[in-house]
């Protein structure tokens, strides 16, 4: 890419996730026991992104940090929710789709990590790098 920095559109990410949650929870039938984790991976989900976004508009590097934090800690926890629910599940085309977005939680959970990992390695004057 001519010397140019690959660069990912980590908000547009968390964003196609959460919405790729809601239209795999949409479109699917649960049981009683089951919408318990389909609301908790629904809210899960939503935060990974919205505080992605207040991270990317945080107003100090704690601040940067902490929502970081928040929301590499509910991707993990939508990995759980999506394995509960594909441990529940019969049909073969779901249990795919909740594999699937298992996956990209688990991928979103470990970029998570790795900013939050970088950005506690940088001396207290660095500026985190925004929409990574």
């Not at 559109?9 to 699917?28: N, P, V, W, Y």
């Not at 318990?36 to 809210?43: E, F, G, M, N, Y």
Request: aromatic share 6%; hydrophobic share 35%.
């Amino acid at each position: 890419m001519d010397g140019e920095e690959t660069r990912y559109d980590l908000e547009g990410r968390t964003f196609k996730f959460a919405l790729a949650i809601r239209a795999c929870m949409s479109k699917s039938t649960w049981t009683r026991e089951q919408w318990s984790d389909v609301d908790q991976l629904l809210r899960s989900s939503g935060s990974v992104a919205a505080n992605y976004i207040e991270a990317n508009n945080a107003v100090s590097k704690p601040d940067f940090i902490f929502r970081v934090r928040v929301s590499k800690k509910e991707a993990s926890e939508c990995r759980l929710w999506l394995r509960l629910l594909a441990e529940t599940t019969t049909g073969a085309t779901l249990k795919q789709n909740l594999h699937d977005l298992h996956k990209e939680a688990d991928e979103l959970a470990r970029i998570l990590a790795t900013i939050l990992r970088n950005s506690l390695k940088q001396s207290p004057h660095d500026h985190p790098v925004s929409n990574q």
